[in-house]
């Protein structure tokens, strides 16, 4: 098995709009591997989060490749893509990103619907998963009657549905307070001891210092990286 | 969790929208199925009469339009047209059988009646009338009436009662049996007495004809126009040219119903837009968590079909109702006077119901592609970037 499982090789991402050209990303090579808990940091809008879209197969690079266990995603198809995502990527954004319409348990059997899980174990699985992140008694509530932190569990455990070897998580905490920011890192620390790799887009010092390797994004380049 | 769940789920979340596009479609497919099933029962009932008729050739004054052939079909009031002396020369054709009628109108209690001239023996012979109670005409001026069954239920008129036709009163003698048709709801007097009655001479409006032999239906109609100056349609013309008329009213209609159907369907394409602009991070997110483009086109397709499952059924529904609750309404009108008593309100024709709501069904998902495919084609980080 391959010890690196991502790898980008002189990602460039050029968006276009109407008048303006905007270069997120000049170059960026870097590896993460397998089982580890790393951090992208960086100030803001200086390519972060692309990095991460296109890591997570959510969009592709104008130039360079992305290797998912040693497989070039930028050749994939769409369709293949999706596939990528639903079994191999579990995403986690600032924002939760809950379907409201869904209670928690349905938002995160939606995520095992897509990989094609029966009904009878999108169920059990949904209620395990929501119990590993402490929701156990929040299965039929909405997002709505949740607090942020609460929210934002009920998305960590999205995110495990099918059971992904990546986590992706984009300002995971950015958008709690200290409580609940500590309850959803304590949840993140679980899954990295599991065994799950771990990559967190964040401007937080503190959660960088927790990592085991940190890239630095700045003006759309690799700026530096180490390992604490 | 599974597809339809989570349609379902999308679908009654905005209840109000909901309603009012389901409404949209609905309403179109009620009309259309109303429309269409007036149209076929008008058409039913049409070609029923003209069975009835038992006439293979109708002799009518040169010049008559459509609506007066129809009108030969469904015993409204005709001019009169043809002297009796046609009728007699006619009659003595070899190898066929002649019956003049002279058909007028009446009131009473302010409702409309056929009254219809004839000559007694030669039209019982003709239709193969029984008589039901009472008596029928036993001489050629005999001042007495002979009814429908058709009228004496509506009018609820037995045997000895008397009826007022033109200011003068005649006892009815005889109820007819009841035959299914137009020959229910008309009142018959003997020709003589009708003709003097409405004072139109020696005149009769038209004349129905049965051949001995049906293979040389034309060499009887070269003889009949070679006898006297008058047009000469066969049943199978007669039908043909009432149910072009029929068949023509009821394509406009369906048209009007059509229209109906094609703003439903903009309804739909509209509330489908706004649910993908509304949904767009929504989308995003489903992308994110594994969902292909061909899912979210699924998505999104199955609920445009969902209107039209739903409004199609109702439609249906709604449409059948509708059509029973028209009959007697469009009775009323004179065109159609003659479906009163029929069974128009209860002919329910499966096709129509199963064709309405796959139409319906139809309709939905064509209006449903577009949004569909929009939705599908967003790109993953657009969609989940959307505010």
Redo the contacts between chains.
């Keep these: 098995m391959n010890d690196i499982i991502v790898k980008t090789e002189d990602l460039v991402k050029t968006y276009n709009s109407s008048k303006v050209k905007t270069l997120a990303l000049r170059g960026v090579s870097l590896e993460i591997p397998r089982g580890t808990f790393s951090c992208i940091i960086g100030p803001s809008g200086h390519g972060k989060s692309t990095l991460m879209h296109l890591i997570g197969g959510l969009d592709r690079p104008t130039e360079g490749s992305v290797f998912i266990d040693g497989t070039d995603i930028s050749a994939l198809s769409s369709g293949d893509l999706a596939a990528l995502r639903a079994r191999k990527i579990g995403f986690v954004f600032q924002f939760f990103n809950l379907l409201q319409n869904l209670t928690a348990a349905e938002n995160v059997q939606t995520a095992m619907m897509f990989a094609g899980t029966s009904e009878k174990a999108q169920r059990e699985r949904a209620g395990q998963l929501l119990s590993l992140v402490g929701l156990g008694d929040k299965t039929k509530s909405k997002p709505s009657e949740m607090s942020g932190g609460q929210q934002q569990r009920v998305a960590i455990a999205r995110a495990l549905a099918n059971d992904p070897e990546i986590l992706l998580m984009d300002e995971p905490t950015g958008n709690l307070d200290s409580e609940s920011e500590a309850e959803v890192l304590n949840a993140i620390f679980k899954l990295h001891k599991e065994g799950k790799t771990v990559v967190i887009v964040t401007h937080n010092n503190e959660i960088a210092k927790m990592a085991e390797v940190v890239f630095e994004i700045k003006d759309g380049k690799l700026d530096g990286q180490w390992k604490n | ?3 339809p769940k ?1 349609v379902l ?2 679908i009654t ?1 905005r209840k109000g929208r909901f309603v009012f596009t389901l409404l949209g479609i609905t309403i179109g497919i009620a009309s259309f199925v109303t429309l269409l099933s007036l149209g076929g029962s008008l058409k039913n009932e049409i070609k029923k009469q003209a069975s009835e008729l038992g006439a293979n050739l109708v002799v009518t004054p040169k010049g008559w339009c459509a609506y007066e052939q129809v009108s030969v079909l469904t015993g409204e009031q005709l001019p009169e047209a043809i002297p009796f002396d046609v009728v007699k020369k006619i009659a003595a054709i070899k190898g066929l059988t002649a019956v003049p009628y002279l058909t007028e109108r009446t009131a009473y209690r302010n409702n409309p009646v056929s009254v219809i001239g004839i000559l007694p023996e030669e039209m019982k012979r003709f239709k193969n009338w029984e008589i039901e109670q009472g008596k029928y005409f036993v001489a050629q001026d005999e001042k007495t009436l002979v009814i429908g069954s058709g009228i004496a239920r509506q009018f609820k008129l037995k045997v000895g009662d008397e009826l007022t036709v033109r200011g003068e009163r005649f006892p009815i003698a005889g109820i007819l049996r009841e035959t299914g048709g137009k020959d229910d709801i008309a009142v018959y007097l003997p020709l003589k007495v009708a003709q003097k009655l409405y004072g139109v001479g020696e005149m009769v409006s038209f004349i129905a004809i049965k051949v001995d032999d049906i293979s040389r239906i034309d060499s009887y109609i070269l003889r009949i126009q070679e006898t006297a100056n008058v047009a000469v349609v066969s049943d199978k013309q007669l039908l043909k040219s009432v149910l072009s008329i029929v068949g023509t009213v009821s394509i406009t209609l369906q048209l009007i119903a059509a229209v109906a159907i094609l703003a439903a369907a903009f309804g739909i394409i509209n509330t489908m837009m706004t649910a993908v602009s509304e949904r767009k ?2 989308i ?12 979210i086109f699924k998505v999104f397709l199955i609920e445009s079909g969902f209107y039209g499952i739903l409004g199609g059924i109702i439609g249906v529904g709604i449409g059948l109702v509708f059509s029973s609750l028209a009959g007697p309404y469009i009775s009323q009108n004179e065109f159609t006077a003659f479906l009163k008593g029929s069974e128009i309100s209860q002919t329910f024709d499966f096709r129509l119901v199963l064709g309405s709501s796959f139409f319906s069904l139809f309709v939905s998902l064509i209006s449903g592609l577009y949004p569909a495919w929009r939705a599908s084609k967003l ?3 657009e969609a ?1 970037s959307y505010e």
Excluded: F, Y
Excluded at chain 2, 284 to 295: E, K, M, N, V
């Design positions: 969790m599974n597809i989570l789920k999308n979340r991070r929504e995003g997110i489903l992308q994110a968590i594994g969902a292909r483009q061909s899912t790109s993953p980080v989940i």
